[in-house]
């Protein structure tokens, strides 16, 4: 059985939506970013343990990333959206924490808001850099 050809979007489709997608993306890992500086430099009781280190360590995924986030690289925010499951699992974990309940489900929704513009940034940006190649009304994946 044959498959069927899927037809991609137009150029002015796609354009803007790459661009508001990228913005998005950008918004919500500095979002995320400075949720994880507030929640460690100021809220967090760290029982005598330097915030900064702590912070630094939380960090270190996020700023490995950052360049490719920073330059559009369509695979930076492909392995963003892996990177980014960890912080909402240790969200989840920290939610059922009566005393870190609020910082678990505002890191959830921050977690999920990075995966989902940075998931639709490389979708969008494929299927643009494909129609941009000169590939015509119908893929041939």
Known sequence: ??????????????????RLARVLSLL????LVGLL??????IA????????????IELVPLLILAP???????????????VVNLYFIKGA?????????????????????????ALLYVRWRFQLNRRLAGEGDISVA
């Open 1 to 18: 059985m044959a498959k069927k050809p899927k037809i991609l979007p137009s150029i002015q489709w796609l354009e803007p939506r790459v």
């Open 28 to 31: 919500c890992f500095f979002g």
């Open 37 to 42: 500086s507030a929640y460690y430099l100021l």
């Open 45 to 56: 009781d760290l029982h005598g343990a330097r915030p900064w280190v702590i912070l630094l």
């Open 68 to 82: 490719g986030m920073l330059s559009g690289s369509a695979r930076g925010h492909s392995w963003m959206c892996f």
């Open 93 to 117: 974990l920290a939610a059922y924490d009566p005393n870190r309940q609020l910082f678990g489900v505002l890191e959830m929704a921050a977690s999920v808001a990075v995966f989902c513009s």
